[in-house]
């Protein structure tokens, strides 16, 4: 099963990229690239790689109610770790890397809490980046006439920004109401898939159990402050790349691109998101009317900058601390998991 999923992704990967690249001179986008203004290139890749210490950042408040808090050291290098085994392994082998490396380092932090933590991450991050990508839709300088299904962008933007404060709000039902949360997944998983009954509802529990960190003030606007820095920072890097290729987009383009990028990368895909991110960068900045070789120009740049410094770190700290492959598989398949 996992062969298959992998791949597709490489399938979908490759389809995505020949869509991309098939209207594209690509001696055009050479020239371009070229072209571009390298220090503001070089501005953008340090933007580009500062998100992942700030996400490591992140991460502390999370798993402050299970464990207290860890140093930032630690955090750092298996975020680090995680980023870099998604660039080059396929179905986001960097999440359970991530969590795998973080028990090598603080052994009083579980797998299954490891796991858990992740789960809050991503929620946040979605809700973060769907705001702000909302938020850009409702911007002045949003193109006029831009509609989706037939309904105008400001009518889009109003629905997803109320629709992000009913996600947040469903959060805060399941951490007041734990049991009853769990009962309903109980009972579903139960008549649906018996057989993965107990862990469904344990994976759940553990869920509910990391969305402690809402029940803290102090600890969710941490986490809400430090996911906001991480992915205003991650636009700004998005933004610089544009002014190094010549992108006449607002700053706020680099916010709806963000969110549109998100969801592309949210498919199966090869290792690095290469294809998928290409082809959403397309789309998005379609929306601006960016002309489609100067928007592969940026995207094949940008995307090459950001990758390159966070795998190497990664892949050093992956070999400082012993690890394999073999380490990580092996702790995915085995009892020690759960």
Same mark, same amino acid.
Request: include cysteine.
């Given at each position: 099963?996992?062969?298959?999923?992998?791949?597709?992704?490489?399938?979908?990967?490759?389809?995505?990229?020949?869509?991309?690249?098939?209207?594209?001179?690509?001696?055009?986008?050479?020239?371009?690239?070229?072209?571009?203004?390298?220090?503001?290139?070089?501005?953008?890749?340090?933007?580009?790689?500062?998100?992942?210490?700030?996400?490591?950042?992140?991460?502390?408040?999370?798993?402050?109610?299970?464990?207290?808090?860890?140093?930032?050291?630690?955090?750092?290098?298996?975020?680090?770790?995680?980023?870099?085994?998604?660039?080059?392994?396929?179905?986001?082998?960097?999440?359970? *890397?991530?969590?795998?490396?973080?028990?090598?380092?603080?052994?009083?932090? #579980?797998?299954?809490?490891? @796991? %858990?933590? +992740? &789960? /809050?991450?991503?929620?946040?991050?979605?809700?973060?980046?769907?705001?702000?990508?909302?938020?850009?839709?409702?911007?002045?300088?949003?193109?006029?006439?831009?509609?989706?299904?037939?309904?105008?962008?400001?009518?889009?933007?109003?629905?997803?920004?109320?629709?992000?404060?009913?996600?947040?709000?469903?959060?805060?039902?399941?951490?007041?109401?734990?049991?009853?949360?769990?009962?309903?997944?109980?009972?579903?998983?139960?008549?649906?898939?018996?057989?993965?009954?107990?862990?469904?509802?344990?994976?759940?529990?553990?869920?509910?159990?990391?969305?402690?960190?809402?029940?803290?003030?102090?600890?969710?606007? *941490?986490?809400?402050?430090?996911?906001?820095?991480?992915?205003?920072?991650? #636009?700004?890097?998005?933004? @610089? %790349?544009? +002014? &190094? /290729?010549?992108?006449?987009?607002?700053?706020?383009?680099?916010?709806?691109?963000?969110?549109?990028?998100?969801?592309?990368?949210?498919?199966?895909?090869?290792?690095?998101?290469?294809?998928?991110?290409?082809?959403?960068?397309?789309?998005?900045?379609?929306?601006?009317?960016?002309?489609?070789?100067?928007?592969?120009?940026?995207?094949?740049?940008?995307?090459?900058?950001?990758?390159?410094?966070?795998?190497?770190?990664?892949?050093?700290?992956?070999?400082?601390?012993?690890?394999?492959?073999?380490?990580?598989?092996?702790?995915?398949?085995?009892?020690?998991?759960?």
């Amino acid at each position: 099963m996992k062969h298959g999923r992998t791949a597709v992704g490489f399938l979908l990967s490759a389809l995505l990229l020949w869509w991309t690249l098939r209207d594209v001179e690509l001696d055009a986008v050479w020239q371009v690239l070229r072209h571009a203004n390298g220090g503001l290139f070089a501005l953008c890749t340090v933007a580009g790689t500062v998100i992942v210490p700030i996400r490591a950042r992140k991460w502390r408040p999370i798993l402050e109610p299970a464990v207290g808090p860890l140093p930032y050291g630690a955090l750092w290098r298996s975020t680090a770790i995680g980023v870099m085994m998604n660039n080059v392994f396929p179905l986001r082998a960097g999440e359970f *890397a991530r969590a795998f490396a973080l028990t090598r380092e603080a052994p009083q932090v #579980a797998m299954t809490t490891a @796991l %858990g933590s +992740l &789960a /809050v991450d991503r929620i946040f991050d979605a809700l973060v980046v769907f705001l702000l990508m909302f938020a850009a839709m409702l911007d002045p300088r949003f193109p006029d006439g831009a509609t989706v299904a037939g309904r105008g962008m400001s009518d889009v933007a109003i629905g997803g920004v109320t629709l992000v404060g009913t996600a947040l709000m469903v959060c805060y039902v399941v951490v007041l109401r734990p049991a009853w949360v769990t009962g309903i997944v109980s009972g579903i998983a139960g008549r649906v898939l018996p057989k993965q009954r107990d862990l469904i509802v344990g994976f759940v529990e553990l869920a509910v159990g990391s969305l402690a960190v809402l029940r803290d003030t102090r600890r969710f606007a *941490a986490l809400f402050g430090w996911t906001m820095l991480h992915w205003l920072t991650h #636009a700004l890097a998005l933004y @610089l %790349g544009f +002014l &190094a /290729v010549g992108v006449d987009a607002p700053l706020s383009a680099a916010l709806f691109l963000q969110g549109v990028i998100a969801i592309g990368v949210a498919v199966p895909s090869s290792p690095g998101f290469f294809g998928v991110f290409e082809a959403a960068a397309s789309v998005g900045l379609d929306v601006y009317g960016v002309p489609k070789d100067l928007a592969v120009s940026w995207a094949l740049g940008y995307h090459l900058l950001s990758f390159i410094p966070i795998t190497v770190l990664g892949a050093v700290y992956f070999a400082r601390m012993g690890l394999s492959v073999r380490d990580v598989t092996q702790a995915q398949r085995g009892p020690g998991t759960t």
